[in-house]
Nanobody, 124 residues
Framework: QVPLVESGGGLVQAGGSLRLSCASS????????MGWFRQAPGKERDFVAA????????YYADSVKGRFTISRDNAKNTVYLQMNSLKPEDTAIYYC?????????????????WGQGTQVTVSS
């Protein structure tokens, strides 16, 4: 098991910023590629961003490219999602996920471990 806990969500005005964190207290994340996904009400869970196990490679959904940045600190067993220039359409529950692999994946089925999610609400 890889327990993941997200934090940092909240309510922000359009154009604002938030930084989400995803921490694992029970297992080192250095052998895991990590991803962020989001799910809006009535919609499927969508890929947002991913980072490989050593942090050297990242990948983003087109909808967030240039606004969001994924990073990781393996010494702290934590992955981050810096979200800038937020838009109302970014409103969703954000989930972090882990896969026991070095390489990035963008499909929910490629990830085994999931956090409980953190709500992000962007007001117009």
């Amino acid at each position: 098991q890889v327990p993941l806990v997200e934090s940092g969500g909240g309510l922000v005005q359009a154009g604002g910023s938030l930084r989400l964190s995803c921490a694992s207290s029970g297992r080192a994340l250095s052998n895991y590629a990590m991803g962020w996904f989001r799910q809006a009400p009535g919609k499927e869970r969508d890929f947002v961003a991913a980072v490989n196990s050593n942090g050297a490679r990242t990948y983003y959904a087109d909808s967030v490219k240039g606004r969001f940045t994924i990073s990781r600190d393996n010494a702290k067993n934590t992955v981050y999602l810096q979200m800038n220039s937020l838009k109302p359409e970014d409103t969703a529950i954000y989930y972090c996920a882990a896969r026991f692999a070095m390489t990035i994946a963008t499909v929910t089925g490629d990830y085994v471990y999931w956090g409980q999610g953190t709500q992000v609400t962007v007001s117009s």
